[in-house]
């Protein structure tokens, strides 16, 4: 009777979970196609690093971190005992093949009783957490994340109290069967390998076998009805990711982080993303994976600097309104219905102009991310729409997109005066020189701002003193376009870049020197979708290896302490941590001090993603925050390795009055200080 029942309550339970499911398929089967689905062996290393290994937590944010790494081994380990239990149904001393007490199962047995208690364990400082410590990567990062505060919160706590009493259930089955079997061979040869439960039979020896029974069947009808009841929450829940968190790892972007996707400008009607059913599978199978933990929001220089944007909270808002137009996207598919789903998120509805403008593009979110999700590229996609379709941006934008178009920097200087920077210095033409080894593209910032010229001029100098065989491009240095793609101006950056490229193959360039980590990531990871390939270098690796080879001698500075300040372009985008360190390290004199956040979690200067060229209010800027970050190691010199970095952190240092007692210079310079 009570299998029969078991079986019944099985179908029914898993009837009501496959359906929902299946929507949810036919939601994501709805949206835009995306093809994820090449190099496997690659995919499948991200899952075992980022989904069993656990990396993002056991290096990320502590205790939490391991405590989910706990989880979710439990969840893994304790699966075979699930079904294990749920078999029991219908034969008492099932085993899953190949787990029987002889087999695997002795060791099986000690991981899933250890596993029992600390996930328990796990859970209870989770509750802590939810229910005493109130931490803001849980209730929010106030303004910018309105959603979390104030809630009950009551489906963590559900969930929590859900995991523990599937815990202690499965302890309390498997101590009562302990009690009340013994004796029974198969019984006997599970017991040396059960610790845990051998202390729950102990406590519950003294009740006698009829109770122990009685206990543990309760435990057993319990556990069982709380799994089928968890399974069902998941899909309606922020608990989804434990199903598709790891599909979300598998299918995560291969190209190159730093390049954004490529619109086919000639055959679009539309521009950007505007509606809900413009995503594509991928950018929805984030918003199901998102587990609300907030690293993201934690790590958003925007969210930290009081900007309308908070990451988690535009992902969720997004993730609300899908759900809530779900069957409107289902029924366009099948065809029963036609036209945009639901209304223009960008704007008022859903996601304000200034929550897309506010982002950097910095990647600090998506680093933080545990599951891999993406935000720049849909950040980009919907400032994609406002500027190209409904031209609408901030008002100083106006002046840069003009002035990369006519004068091919966004500075709107005279191109002519690019190469002003290298008058008396004998720095060789390419079309002089076609022969050169190396072009160095010093890019707009490196040619027209006042303080990066004395950058460029240091490399071009060590350039000659190693003699390395370089050549520039002088008036004919094309913009690339960088800034352009970041605001969203699409079609600018397309133009630009195939300029630029075009440039490049009349003089037969096929190595480029960079010293702008903006030029960097484009010229190296987005010139590609345009045919154009070349090996590009960054200053501080040729440095390095110029050092080595000896064609540059560093020599002993007055000692001092550097704190050197990652560049987003390099390092998030481009995992260029070490080389400009191992460089500072060099030079004899110098002893380098690590910001708290630096490297994987280095916080941007505020530049990137546009904002070199827009105003940000006063009172909260991002390289106040990241200036007063770096002052913290009380250093004598700020190193950067990027012209955007060394504006807006001198402008942070000017306003905190430091500029006079701590010197801020590029690697470049302080190598060349070194060399002469
Ligand atoms: S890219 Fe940077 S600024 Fe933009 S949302 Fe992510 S963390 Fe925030
Ligand atoms: S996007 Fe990632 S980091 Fe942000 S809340 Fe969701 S899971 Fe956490």
Redesign the pocket.
């Known amino acids: 009777m009570s299998s029969l029942l078991f079986a019944l309550v099985v179908l029914v339970a898993m009837g009501l979970f496959v359906h929902t499911v299946y929507d949810r398929v036919r939601l994501l089967l709805a949206s835009r196609p995306i093809d994820r689905f090449d190099q496997l062996a690659e995919r499948l290393k991200a899952v075992l690093v980022y989904a069993f290994g656990q990396k993002k937590f056991v290096t990320g944010e502590q205790p939490a971190g391991w405590m989910h790494f706990f989880i979710f081994w439990g969840f893994v380990i304790l699966g075979l005992q699930i079904v294990t239990m749920f078999a029991r149904a219908f034969s008492e001393h099932f085993y899953v093949p190949g787990f029987a007490p002889h087999l695997l199962g002795g060791p099986f047995l000690v991981l899933r009783d250890l596993m029992e208690v600390i996930v328990s364990a796990a859970i209870l400082l989770a509750l802590y957490r939810w229910l005493v410590s109130h931490p803001p990567r849980l209730f929010g990062y106030r303004p910018a994340e309105t959603r979390l505060a104030g809630q009950s919160h009551w489906e963590a706590v559900v969930i929590l109290l859900f995991i523990l009493t599937i815990m202690s259930g499965g302890l309390l089955y498997d101590g009562g069967r302990l009690v009340y079997l013994a004796g029974n061979p198969s019984l006997e040869a599970e017991r040396p390998w059960e610790p845990a439960s051998a202390v729950v039979g102990a406590l519950l020896t003294p009740l006698g076998a009829a109770w122990a029974k009685g206990i543990s069947d309760v435990a057993w009808w319990v556990h069982n009805l709380v799994v089928l009841a968890f399974l069902n929450l998941l899909p309606r829940s922020k608990h989804f990711h434990i199903l598709t968190s790891i599909p979300n790892v598998f299918f995560r972007k291969l190209e190159p982080v730093g390049a954004l996707s490529l619109m086919d400008l000639e055959n679009t009607e539309t521009f950007g993303t505007s509606h809900i059913d413009q995503f594509t599978w991928k950018q929805t199978l984030d918003m199901y994976s998102c587990t609300e933990c907030g690293r ?1 929001s934690s ?5 930290l600097s009081g900007k309308p ?1 908070a ?1 988690r909270q535009l992902l969720l808002n997004l993730r609300d309104y899908l759900y809530e137009h779900q069957q409107e996207m289902i029924n366009k598919r099948l065809g029963k219905t036609d036209g945009e789903v639901g209304e223009n998120i960008v704007g008022e509805t859903l996601i304000h102009d200034d929550v897309l403008w506010a ?8 680093e933080a991310c545990p599951v891999l999700i993406e ?2 590229d849909k ?1 980009v996609d919907m400032r994609r729409h406002l500027v190209q379709e409904e031209a609408r941006f901030p008002a100083e934008l106006t002046r840069t997109f003009k002035a990369m178009e006519t004068q091919s920097n966004p500075w709107g200087l005279s191109y002519e005066k690019r190469a002003e920077w290298a008058e008396g210095l004998d720095i060789p033409l390419v079309a002089e020189h076609p022969d050169a080894e190396y072009l160095y593209f010093v890019g707009c910032a490196g040619s027209f701002d006042e303080r990066n010229k004395k950058t460029t001029i240091a490399f071009a100098k060590l350039l000659k003193k190693a003699g390395v065989s370089f050549a520039i491009l002088g008036p004919e240095e094309p913009c690339n376009g960088e800034t352009a793609r970041r605001l969203g101006n699409e079609y600018l950056f397309q133009s630009m870049a195939q300029t630029a490229i075009g440039v490049f193959t009349q003089y037969t360039v096929k190595k480029i020197i960079v010293n702008c980590p903006h030029c960097f990531n484009t010229i190296k990871n987005e010139f590609p979708q345009f045919d154009g390939h070349y090996e590009v270098i960054h200053a501080a690796e040729l440095l390095s290896r110029l050092v080595r080879e000896g064609k540059l001698t560093l020599q002993a500075q007055p000692p001092q302490r550097v704190t050197y300040h990652d560049s987003c372009y390099y390092g998030r985008y481009n995992d260029i941590y070490d080389t400009p360190r191992e460089i500072l390290t060099k030079i004899p004199g110098t002893q380098l001090q690590e910001m708290e956040r630096h490297k994987h979690t280095g916080m ?1 200067c505020g530049g990137g ?1 546009g904002w070199m060229w827009m105003e940000e209010p006063h009172d909260k800027r991002v390289n106040h925050l990241r200036v007063a970050q770096a002052l913290e190691t009380q250093p004598d010199t700020i190193a950067v390795s990027c012209p955007f970095c060394m504006i807006m952190l001198g402008d942070g240092l000017k306003a905190k009055s430091d500029e006079e007692t701590v010197q801020l210079l590029d690697v470049v310079e302080l190598v060349g200080n070194s060399t002469s």
């Open positions: 993201c790590h958003c220089p925007a969210t944007l990451p982002c950097t593009t910095c990647r600090a979110c998506e935000y720049v950040i941007c993603g």
